[in-house]
């Protein structure tokens, strides 16, 4: 046979956990799952979310400020609670107070202005004319004449 006799005699009760142990070491598991994933994603990110609340809601006139889009500007006007006129320089924009990513402090705008001081100016490069040269002929087109009709 292919069952060895010492399989064959165990007693299968003896081996198997009752269902109730088995019931509360799967919920043991879940229950250590959930603690997990409120400590490593669910805490950090109303965290993150209370930060910013409190950001949005200390913007004053004059901050410097990064949109979500990558823009940056000045809060120029504070319109209601959830719009924000941002002045970009030579344009003003209306956004979203929740489209605010980041609010520059002094030591971000200061090092922004000095990096746009140490840029060297462009000179203007006159543009040349562009001369049009003319394609050579093909000298079979050339060689090859058409009999005249009669």
């Not at 165990?10 to 043991?28: E, H, K, L, Q, R």
């Not at 809060?75 to 209306?94: A, C, R």
């Not at 040349?128 to 050339?142: D, S």
């Amino acid at each position: 046979m292919l069952i060895s006799t010492a399989h064959a005699s165990t007693d299968i009760a003896a081996v198997a956990p009752n269902a109730g142990d088995t019931f509360w070491m799967n919920m043991g598991l879940i229950g250590v799952m959930f603690v997990l994933f409120y400590l490593l994603l669910i805490r950090p990110q109303q965290k993150r979310l209370r930060e910013q609340r409190t950001m949005l809601d200390g913007l004053n006139l004059g901050d410097g400020v990064v949109t979500s889009g990558g823009l940056i500007g000045t809060v120029s006007k504070l319109i209601s609670d959830t719009e924000v006129e941002i002045n970009l320089g030579s344009v003003k924009v209306v956004a979203l107070r929740y489209t605010i990513q980041t609010k520059m402090d002094d030591g971000m705008a200061a090092s922004k202005a000095e990096a746009k001081e140490k840029q060297p100016k462009k000179k203007k490069i006159p543009l040349k004319k562009a001369v049009a040269k003319k394609a050579p002929a093909k000298k079979k087109a050339a060689a090859k004449k058409t009999p005249k009709k009669k």
